[in-house]
DNA sequence: TGATGTTTATCTGGGA
DNA sequence: TCCCAGATAAACATCA
């Protein structure tokens, strides 16, 4: 049986959602996390029926990631500017299409009012951290004092060399409801602590023409909070670098 | 100014 | 038949 060529579809519209190809495109990445372009590039590259009418699918597409949970919006790394964010999948979307089936889905992913609204604070929290980054390194190329460890933020290590204190929020630690799972902080500290071995959740299932989505290890994070650890790691240690007179650096964290 | 992001409304089609 | 996921359109806000 011939492997179906990536444009085995040519102008027909293929049969996937634009979530399921927008989920998709962020398997793809490396990261596991794409900006907008991006997420548009993947689409065009691989289904020819979405170089025409950009307009109007693109307008779509940002309507479901903004209107669906399961994509979640990350704030630019400080050293990565541009516009944009960056978009993920939520940690509990990835078993969203269940059975392989990247078409129409059971349910739709909603994450509860609370959730919702502790995710957005520690997200704006990130974002709001990201921003003091870039105003201190617009004053002095200095890299902020600390990096949250027990939270996403944690007070700083060296008060007299905040950027801006007064600015970094101290932040809730956010819980969601794991289905079948015990329950974890979605921090980035919580959710690269090991965890019991469970099933790998299900990505989606090859499409024609792209290589099959990997599956995760047992015990292994979701690679893009492997990516935001590594964002971590690197802020870590320009921060040890920057304040060695008082800034004890943790242990260094496992790079992927 | 254009790209990005949010929100609302309406319509279509699949599944229970 | 009804409910709901998904597609589409449009208006508007925000930001680099």
Redesign the pocket.
């Known amino acids: 049986m011939p492997r179906p060529s990536r444009d085995s579809y040519g102008d027909q ?1 293929p049969p ?6 927008t989920a998709m495109a962020i398997w793809s990445s490396p990261e596991r996390m794409l ?3 991006e997420i ?1 590039r993947f689409i065009t590259d691989r289904f020819p029926y979405y170089r025409r ?1 950009t ?14 949970d399961c994509f979640v ?1 990350v704030p ?1 790394r400080p050293d990565r ?7 993920t999948l939520h940690p509990q979307a990835f078993d969203m299409f269940e059975n392989g089936s990247l ?8 994450l509860q009012k609370g959730e919702k609204d502790n995710l957005n604070a520690e997200l704006a929290a990130l974002a709001s951290f990201n921003r003091a980054f870039l105003a201190r390194q617009a004053s002095a190329p200095v890299p902020p004092p600390a990096m949250p460890t027990a939270s996403l933020y944690t007070p700083p290590l060296c008060p007299q060399l905040s950027p801006e204190p007064a600015e970094l929020p101290e932040v809730a630690t956010v819980t969601i409801l794991q289905r079948e799972r015990p329950r974890r902080a979605f921090t980035i500290d919580a959710l690269l602590e090991p965890d019991s071995p469970r099933l790998s959740p299900s990505p989606p299932q090859p499409v024609l023409g792209l290589p099959a989505l990997p599956r995760l290890e047992l015990s292994m994070p979701p690679p893009y909070v492997l990516a935001a650890q590594r964002y971590h790691a690197e802020l870590l240690q320009a921060a040890a670098h920057a304040l060695r007179p008082c800034y004890l650096p943790p242990p260094p964290l496992p790079v992927a």
């Open positions: 519209k996937y959602s634009y979530i399921s190809l900006p907008l372009s548009y009418n307009q109007r699918w693109q307008n779509s597409l940002r309507h479901n990631l903004s209107f669906n919006k630019r500017p541009g516009k944009g964010a960056y978009w078409l129409r889905r059971r349910k739709r992913f909603k």
